[in-house]
């Protein structure tokens, strides 16, 4: 990597719709699925690897424990992703030339797929944004050039930052992925009940993903 690259891992929600479990700290293959996300995102050689939190903090400390990360707390999280996105780019070093933003609960995506992001990103000073791309539908995580941070810590409210997607024109660089894994993410339980996750979740008390509530 020739690049001076970060990751920032936003994990600050309140997994509402996961109730009365926090999905973060639900186990994907044996292992909480933030410590899965993080640890894939440690693999890469990167610069700096902030995790975002806000909501059970103190848990998802203790999950990440022994990973290099630096967790960064966000006390406005009730107000929407826009502040945690905010507080985790004001975070990271300033020497950095662009950041990957991870969402939390995508434990599908690999090492080989930010791979693929970096080798696009590193083609050219000219763009933008790296996303992933599998069968025309754009995924995540995006990789930001640094130009896009202040835009990006001005949004307000629960918006990411692909509402900047259209006013980047031909800086924003479409990355065809091998796989659906840069699609797939855990918001409900009907999501757990994926072809993909199948007999990979348990509960905190190791039940069968069948306990789950209908979605």
């Known amino acids: 990597m020739n690049r001076r ?3 920032l891992v936003l994990a ?8 009365p479990w926090h999905k973060l700290l639900l186990e994907f293959d044996g ?6 996300v993080v640890r894939t995102a440690s693999e890469l050689p990167l610069a700096a690897l902030n995790v975002v939190t806000g909501h059970k903090h103190d848990a998802l400390a203790a999950a990440l424990q022994g990973l290099p990360v630096r967790l960064v707390f966000n006390a406005e999280h009730p107000g929407g992703l826009a502040s945690s996105l905010s507080a985790g780019l004001r975070s990271l070093p300033q020497d950095i030339e662009g950041a990957f933003v991870l969402l939390a609960d995508m434990p599908l995506v690999t090492s080989a797929h930010l791979g693929l992001l970096i080798e696009a990103f590193e083609r050219s000073a000219d763009i933008a944004a790296c996303v992933p791309v599998y069968r025309g539908q754009r995924g995540n995580p995006v990789l930001w050039s640094v130009s896009c941070f202040p835009a990006l810590c001005a949004l307000r409210g629960d918006r990411g930052g692909r509402l900047l997607f259209p006013g980047l024109g031909a800086s924003l660089y479409e990355v065809e992925m091998p796989d659906a ?3 797939l993410d855990v918001d409900d339980p009907a999501a757990c009940r994926r072809a993909e996750f199948a007999g990979r979740f348990s509960l905190p008390s190791s039940s069968p993903v069948t306990d789950f509530p209908p979605a």
């Open 5 to 7: 690259i970060a990751a």
């Open 12 to 19: 600050a929600g309140g997994s509402t719709r996961m109730a």
């Open 31 to 36: 292992e909480p699925l933030i410590r899965r």
């Open 181 to 183: 894994g840069v699609l």
